[in-house]
């Protein structure tokens, strides 16, 4: 923005006046920007443009889970969640319109990959929900995490991501914290070095198996990046930032990933790298063989991981009643052909 303005033979300090027109106060209008000259106003309305998010569906769970679904050009819609606590409030934002990882257990793979979201429309979920709640101040609690846990595979939308998130984290904008910024990602290994060298968000991974032969029917690109380097990759992240930790999101699928052994295997893997570990019981939706473990087959297992120093939280669902839950955002691609299309390499 800096580089718009100082070509146009403006003042760099109207960047900041405009990001916080725009982030803070939530002004979408150049002419409601009133420390602008008339006359810079209209150069901005000619030269640029400002597009919020169109929300098209509001649905609210009987536990207070927001999801809302945002139109974007051609048909293509993707979902967003907010998730109150009483600490807190994560709202957790999608990446791609669909997906092209393809994992198995997975609601957004069955609608295939259309594209990347540009950085607008990651920052705008951001942007549209900051100030819904602002609007309906003390009824919602504010948001104070935010988690790429939404519809697609971050990694794979990099650069959009990393820009994305450096506006959240921007004093003009939301000034959250890089610790409470979270980075969710399958594994897509090049692309998970790049990021450890471009930013210092948190990171969680999607692990949901102990074994390649496993994790290669789960989450198929393992066959592309096996767990041995991606746990390579999850050292080199933690070299970068000593004192973090990562943490390991494993969903819990009946008879498939869950038996005692495959908890005294992931202690294994988990050896030498702080992590954290959560439990996400399967969510299932229409068209799928798998089923959720049992609450005995999950707590066994947590019991062993926790024996054995780690700390490990089973995930509560949220939203169930609005299909809001973990894994459960379909969103609405238009074009679900591209899957094979993207490059998935780097
Ligand atoms: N592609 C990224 C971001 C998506 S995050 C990633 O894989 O991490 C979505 C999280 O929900 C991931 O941990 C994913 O594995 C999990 N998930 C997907 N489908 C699920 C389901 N049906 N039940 C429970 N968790 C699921």
């Known amino acids: 923005m800096q580089a718009f303005f100082t070509q146009m033979g403006e003042k760099a300090f109207r960047t900041s006046q405009v990001l916080k027109w725009i982030y803070q106060v939530g002004v979408h209008n150049f002419d409601e920007m009133t420390n602008l000259s008339k006359a810079l106003r209209t150069r901005l309305k000619e030269s640029a443009e400002l597009k919020v998010p169109e929300m098209v569906r ?25 998730i109150p606590e009483k600490e807190r409030g994560t709202l957790c934002i999608s990446s791609q319109v669909g997906c092209a990882l393809d994992c198995s257990f997975c609601c957004t793979a069955q609608q295939g990959f259309n594209r990347n979201l540009t950085v607008s429309e990651i920052i705008g979920q951001v942007w549209w929900v900051y100030h819904h709640l602002n609007s309906e101040r003390g009824k919602i609690r504010p948001i104070t995490n935010v988690v790429l846990m939404g519809m697609g595979e971050p990694l794979l939308n990099l650069n959009n991501v990393v820009s ?49 032969e496993i994790r290669d029917t789960l989450v198929p690109i393992n066959k592309k990046y096996p767990l041995e380097s991606l746990m390579a990759a999850c050292k080199r992240y933690i070299t970068k930032l000593p004192g973090r930790s990562i943490t390991f999101e494993y969903v819990m699928i009946n008879g498939v990933n869950d038996l005692p052994e495959h908890a005294r295997q992931l202690v294994k893997l988990l050896r030498g790298i702080p992590s954290k570990i959560n439990l996400i019981p399967f969510n299932p939706f229409p068209g799928t063989d798998y089923i959720c473990s049992t609450p005995e087959a999950i707590e066994q297992f947590r019991q062993i991981l926790m024996a054995a120093g780690f700390i490990t939280m089973t995930r509560k669902p949220r939203g169930e009643d609005i299909d809001a839950a973990c894994g459960q955002l379909a969103g609405q691609v238009k074009d679900r052909t591209k899957r094979n299309t993207v490059t998935i390499a780097s």
Do not use: Y
Request: hydrophobic share 40%.
């Open 58 to 82: 509001e649905q609210i769970s009987k536990d207070g889970t927001c999801k809302w679904l945002f139109q974007l050009d051609g048909g293509n819609c993707i979902e967003t969640v907010l």
């Open 164 to 212: 994305a998130m450096n506006l959240m984290m921007d004093d003009l904008c939301f000034g959250l914290s890089k610790r409470r910024i979270t980075l969710s990602t399958a594994g897509v290994v090049p692309a998970l070095d790049r990021f450890t060298e471009m930013s210092d968000v948190s990171l969680a991974i999607s692990l949901h198996a102990t074994t390649d």
